[in-house]
C-alpha cells in the first residue's frame, strides 16, 4: 500500500513551527487508518492514495474551482481509477486518488463536535477515502451506509467510540 503525503512542511521539526492545527496532522496515524480502511474494504495493498494538507485559502480556491462553492471547507476528494470497494477474492487495484485536507476548519469542527482535530482528521480522511471509493451522501440511505461505514471503520480504528461527524 502507498500512502503519499503532500505536506507543506519538510519535517517534523518544521511541522512544529506551524499553528497547532497543523501540528495534529500524524502521517503514521493516518497512514494506519489508511491501511485498515484497505483491508477492511478490499483494496489491494498495492493501491496508492495521497494525502494533501493545505492552508484555508488553497483549499477556498479548490472549493470554488472544482464545487463552484465559496469558501474553505474540510475536506475534498479527488478520484483517479473511479475504484469501487473490491472483495476478499477480487481486492481493488489502482490509483485510489487525493485526499485534500484543511487543518484549521478540522479544528474548528473538532471543537464544535467536542473531540480532538487528530480524530477530526481521521473522521474526514475516513469519509474521504469513502468518497474516493464512490459513495456519496446526497440521499438519505446513501448518508446512513455511508456514515455506518465511516463510524465502523473509526470505531475499529480508534477502539472507542467514533467522533460525532460533522459537515462543513
Not at 493545505?54 to 478520484?79: C, I, K, N, Y
Not at 474548528?108 to 473531540?115: D, N
Not at 465511516?150 to 475499529?156: F, H, K, M, P, V
Amino acid at each position: 500500500m502507498s500512502v503519499e503525503f503532500d505536506l507543506p512542511w519538510d519535517s517534523q521539526e518544521e511541522q512544529g513551527e506551524w499553528p497547532e492545527a497543523y501540528r495534529a496532522v500524524d502521517r503514521a496515524q493516518l497512514t494506519a487508518l489508511v491501511e485498515l480502511a484497505f483491508r477492511r474494504w478490499h483494496v489491494h495493498p498495492d493501491s496508492e492514495v495521497c494525502i494533501a494538507v493545505v492552508d484555508e485559502d488553497r483549499m477556498a480556491q479548490l472549493h470554488e474551482q472544482w464545487l463552484d462553492l465559496p469558501g474553505a471547507t474540510d475536506v475534498m476528494s479527488f478520484p483517479m481509477d473511479e475504484l469501487r470497494e473490491g472483495t476478499p477474492e477480487e481486492p481493488a487495484l489502482g490509483v485510489l486518488g487525493d485526499v485534500v485536507l484543511c487543518p484549521p476548519v478540522a479544528e474548528r469542527q473538532a471543537q464544535a463536535g467536542g473531540h480532538s482535530t487528530r480524530d477530526e482528521l481521521c473522521l474526514l480522511t475516513a469519509h474521504s477515502l469513502l468518497h474516493l471509493l464512490g459513495h456519496d451522501h446526497a440521499e438519505e440511505d446513501e448518508r446512513a451506509r455511508m456514515f455506518a461505514a465511516q463510524r465502523a471503520l473509526l470505531e475499529e480504528f480508534l477502539g472507542r467510540d467514533a467522533p460525532v461527524e460533522t459537515m462543513s
